[in-house]
């Protein structure tokens, strides 16, 4: 099973979606905060059902996934480094009880997390695919950044 990553700042619709596509990507998961913003671009949720539709990729947004807006401001306005993002995040999905929101992990099997940040090293769409990972070890789960 495989379960892959992307954001979409820094990209072109070209590259972005080429990449969706080159890696046979069924399904892409918004776990953004704000969906809604006009700086998501074509990532903005007025037009980006109609452009995965295009390429044959279902939608679904679970903002579960995402930060609280308290946490993500604490980190961007650097009140809390990046391990403390960390730990405050983790705790939040167990807070949610995420596990047991998930009727099928296989719901998850190649698809794409999506959200903004350039690279997973710092962001919360390598955090959530490490959970799900880790939470269901008799599921073989590969996690891919693209």
């Known amino acids: 099973m495989k379960i892959y990553t992307i954001g979409f700042v820094g990209k072109t ?12 990507i069924t399904k892409l998961i918004d776990i953004r905060l704000n969906n809604k913003s006009q700086l ?4 903005n949720i007025k037009h980006l059902p109609y452009f995965l539709r295009l390429h044959g990729i279902d939608y679904e947004y679970l903002p579960m996934f995402a930060p609280t807006k308290e946490l993500l401001d604490n980190y961007h306005h650097k009140k809390i480094g ?3 993002y960390e730990i405050g995040f983790l ?11 998930i009727d099928n992990i296989e719901k998850f099997d190649n698809a794409v997390l999506l959200c903004s940040e350039p690279t997973a ?4 769409r390598r955090l959530t695919a490490e959970y799900l990972q880790s939470n269901f070890p008799t599921k073989e789960i590969t996690i891919v950044h693209l």
């Not at 705790?91 to 929101?101: A, S, T, V, Y």
Request: with cysteine; aromatic share 12%.
């Open 91 to 101: 705790q939040l999905l167990e807070k949610r009880k995420i596990l047991d929101k």
């Open 13 to 24: 619709a070209e590259e972005f979606f080429s990449l969706l596509t080159r890696h046979h």
């Open 82 to 84: 990046w391990q403390e």
């Open 121 to 124: 090293d710092q962001c919360h």
């Open 40 to 43: 998501a671009g074509f990532t």
